[in-house]
């Protein structure tokens, strides 16, 4: 239902795209990321249950996504 609404939504302009930082992105996020892409809407990434991390293990989390964004999209991943 989500991918169908960000596949036929005429309004919208952004998702927020909630990811557990202790999976990180999962493929559903990526199918998620590439329909919005598709239809020119950016995606915002909010890691959460960052209070379940270690200050060092958070600062892992957040490069290992950030490198799987610039390796699969560039880093823009609403552009």
């Known amino acids: ?6 596949q036929n939504s005429e ?4 998702v927020l795209l909630l ?3 202790t ?3 999962c493929e559903h996020d990526w199918r998620l990321m ?7 809407v950016v995606c915002q990434i909010v890691l959460t249950k960052a209070d379940l991390l270690t200050a ?3 600062a892992r989390s957040h490069a290992v996504v950030t490198a799987d964004l610039h ?3 560039g880093g823009g991943i609403g552009e």
Request: with cysteine; charged share 30%.
């Open 1 to 6: 239902a989500l991918h169908a609404y960000v």
């Open 19 to 21: 990811v557990d930082c």
């Open 56 to 58: 060092p293990l958070l």
């Open 34 to 40: 590439r329909t919005a892409r598709r239809r020119g």
């Open 11 to 14: 309004q919208l302009r952004c």
């Open 71 to 73: 390796e699969r999209h």
């Open 23 to 25: 999976r990180g992105l």
